[in-house]
């Protein structure tokens, strides 16, 4: 049976690496060797963190493809215009991010950019 191109199965599934979505992605094959499903011993450290964050916005999907990166990256620098307000914008893209692309900072991992921080988590391919 042919898995339908949907968008990233994500690294716990068993289609980790090997579904038709997959192909072309940069982090295949992580994803494949299991390795991406492991713990990630920084949880603890970042939910501590997270504490002092006074409003969090979420913005996902099950499907890829829809906009998601260009919704946040729009709205964080929406919300930025207020010179009063702290704004940060976290991308944790499994399947290679592309919030430094819209932002024309590919190669950058940490970046400010006036009143907005970004922080882009992902296989940076270079």
């Known amino acids: 049976m042919e898995e ?20 072309g992605c940069p982090n ?16 603890e450290e970042i939910k501590e963190k997270m504490k002092t964050v006074k409003h969090r916005i979420l913005v996902l999907s099950g499907k ?32 290679g991010p592309s919030i430094p692309k819209i932002m024309g900072l590919e190669g950058e991992q ?3 950019v006036r009143e907005l921080d970004w922080f882009s988590l992902g296989k940076h391919v270079q």
Do not use: N
């Open 64 to 95: 890829g493809g829809v906009g998601k990166s260009t919704f946040s990256a729009h709205l964080a620098h929406g919300l930025a215009e207020d010179g009063d307000t702290q704004v940060a914008l976290l991308d944790i893209d499994i399947c």
């Open 110 to 112: 940490v970046m400010a």
């Open 28 to 43: 295949q094959r992580l994803c494949a060797s299991g390795a991406g499903a492991a713990p990630d011993p920084a949880v």
């Open 4 to 23: 339908a191109p949907h968008g990233c199965p994500g690294a716990d599934s068993a289609q980790a690496g090997r579904g038709a979505s997959c192909q």
